[in-house]
């Protein structure tokens, strides 16, 4: 039940739906049962359908075992809704699906969606793709950059100069010799190194079905990196884009409970609860999430590198995408997720919901206030509780600025100012030479390399199973035995003999090889 992943691109949400829905349809056990005196043949229990759905969406790489299992009963009701599903006499549309001995069955047609077009202008022009053209950094083409007022950024006189000399570090002795280098020079530069590292990270040949380069401000980034406090919180200008000061206090509040500097009030029985409503109730009423809706299809594609094997590529992206964020979103998403994050491991807050713990309900209550598309998505409340909880376990690395980006920009810079040599007698000016940021490997090569990393991930899956001390035992041998029959080699390469599988549960052998499975012999009666 391994899902082999979706690929990078456009509509990546769309595609896992059409992913899950597939598998749902192609696995969903079918049986009859029966109902008010009558027999259905080829249907299921809405009971079936969530334990079945709800194991396929924790062994899932795009969601992984943090899935609870309300939400899977969430999910099964948009499949009701979008008729993924119809009950047994054939209704569908609403939402009314429980974890109970309700029959539903699969309707005939397809329930998989569409993916439109995206970004034909870009198709259809070719422009401004920065993975085939390197010299675009050279040549410094005067794209289109959208104003930052949108978001009330505010770059002060002072801090754009000090900006721009700390980054040109310009030698006035040297002047003559220098080409000089305007701002608009300089923000191209950062927006194309940042493209540059991000698709060498994500190691995808084109960025293009990703994100919009127009979508990249370099003034949010510059800022970003150049205002920061000493813990790295964006700081900014204009205080009319930061946190009322009353949700700062009530943040400071939760996230230092029960030492609290900030709140000298009275405390009374419930407080901690109330508190946490009016921060709730605050992200909740934000009128785009924190990461913003340009930027949904970037961050759903970097959720399928969200795996053991991947983390630290996963958090290498993530922490260049958020500095692409407006600066206000950015400081939002840096105290949201410290306070989110101290709060979840702090062992003396007291229960804040009667049925959901702390952890879980910060995914809850916060998910759709980080990532949500502009137009509603079937699973948006999944893939964002995924970053979430990625988020709140990396925040300190992924919200810190990176320090290697800067060193980057500062040397392209200084090739761009001492590389154009002018030729004596001819008036040229002699081009910079093109860098390679990665080693180009054959075909073979990579479909090596994709069959060896998908097993090792199926390996890494086993294992999580074997070492998982929470699941029963009995729910383990069920899940090894599905595990043999859907990998038999990888399972027999781990328990080569019987004697290593009992060894595992400290008893005979449960799970036979399918090579050792004797016939029962029938024995004759001794009537004559």
């Not at 049986?31 to 079936?48: D, I, L, M, P, V």
């Not at 994100?211 to 813990?231: D, E, F, G, L």
């Not at 100012?417 to 093109?434: C, Q, R, S, V, Y």
Request: proline letters at 6%.
């Amino acid at each position: 039940m391994e899902s082999q992943g979706v690929p990078p691109g456009p509509y990546r949400a769309t595609k896992l739906w059409n992913e899950v829905t597939t598998s749902f349809r192609a696995g969903m056990p079918l049986r009859k049962h029966r109902q008010h005196f009558k027999k259905y043949g080829n249907c299921f229990t809405a009971g079936e359908a969530v334990d079945w759905l709800y194991d396929l969406l924790r062994n899932n790489s795009n969601f992984g075992p943090e899935v609870t299992r309300q939400q899977t009963i969430q999910l099964l009701r948009k499949f009701l809704k979008n008729h993924v599903i119809e009950d047994i006499k054939g209704r569908w549309g609403s939402e009314n699906v429980d974890d109970n001995n309700q029959l539903f069955r699969f309707p005939a047609t397809s329930p998989l969606k569409t993916l439109p077009r995206r970004y034909p202008e870009l198709r259809k022009n070719n422009i401004e793709n920065f993975s085939k053209d390197k010299d675009s950094m050279f040549k410094l083409r005067n794209l289109s950059r959208r104003t930052p007022k949108r978001h009330g950024l505010h770059l002060s006189q002072e801090n754009g100069e000090k900006i721009k000399h700390e980054i040109i570090n310009e030698d006035q002795e040297n002047a003559i010799d220098n080409r000089e280098l305007s701002q608009e020079d300089v923000e191209e530069v950062w927006r194309y190194v940042i493209l540059i590292y991000l698709q060498t990270i994500l190691g995808v040949p084109s960025l293009e079905e990703v994100i919009n380069p127009k979508q990249v401000i370099p003034q949010y980034i510059m800022y970003n990196m150049a205002n920061t406090s000493k813990r790295g919180v964006v700081i900014l200008q204009n205080k009319s884009d930061d946190l009322p000061h009353w949700v700062l206090s009530a943040m400071k509040c939760l996230a230092n409970w029960p030492r609290s500097n900030d709140m000298n009030n009275p405390t009374y029985v419930g407080f901690e609860r109330d508190v946490f409503r009016t921060i709730a109730d605050y992200f909740l009423d934000l009128p785009e999430p924190l990461l913003t809706f340009e930027y949904y299809e970037l961050f759903v594609n970097i959720l399928g590198l969200l795996q053991p094997h991947l983390e630290r590529v996963a958090i290498d992206a993530l922490q260049l995408c958020c500095l692409l964020l407006p600066p206000p979103n950015r400081r939002k998403l840096q105290l949201l997720m410290r306070m989110i994050s101290r709060m979840s491991q702090n062992v003396d807050m007291p229960e804040l919901h009667d049925a959901m713990g702390t952890r879980s309900l910060m995914i809850h209550t916060f998910s759709r206030c980080v990532l949500c598309c502009a137009e509603e998505v079937d699973l948006d409340e999944l893939l964002a509780g995924r970053l979430v909880s990625f988020l709140m376990d990396h925040h300190q690395e992924i919200l810190q600025v990176p320090s290697y980006l800067q060193t980057a920009v500062e040397k392209h810079l200084d090739y761009l100012k001492k590389g154009h040599i002018e030729n004596p007698g001819d008036g040229l000016f002699a081009p910079l030479p093109t860098y390679s940021y990665c080693k180009q490997i054959s075909a073979q090569e990579f479909d090596e390399q994709k069959v060896s990393t998908s097993q090792a991930a199926i390996a890494e899956l086993l294992e999580n199973i074997i070492k998982n001390r929470s699941l029963p035992l009995k729910e383990k041998r069920k899940k090894l035995k599905q595990f043999q029959k859907e990998y038999p080699l990888i399972y027999q390469k781990r328990f080569p003999t019987t004697e290593s599988e009992a060894a595992l549960f400290g008893d005979k052998p449960t799970i036979k090889q399918p090579m050792l499975i004797l016939r029962k012999p029938k024995f004759r009666s001794l009537r004559y």
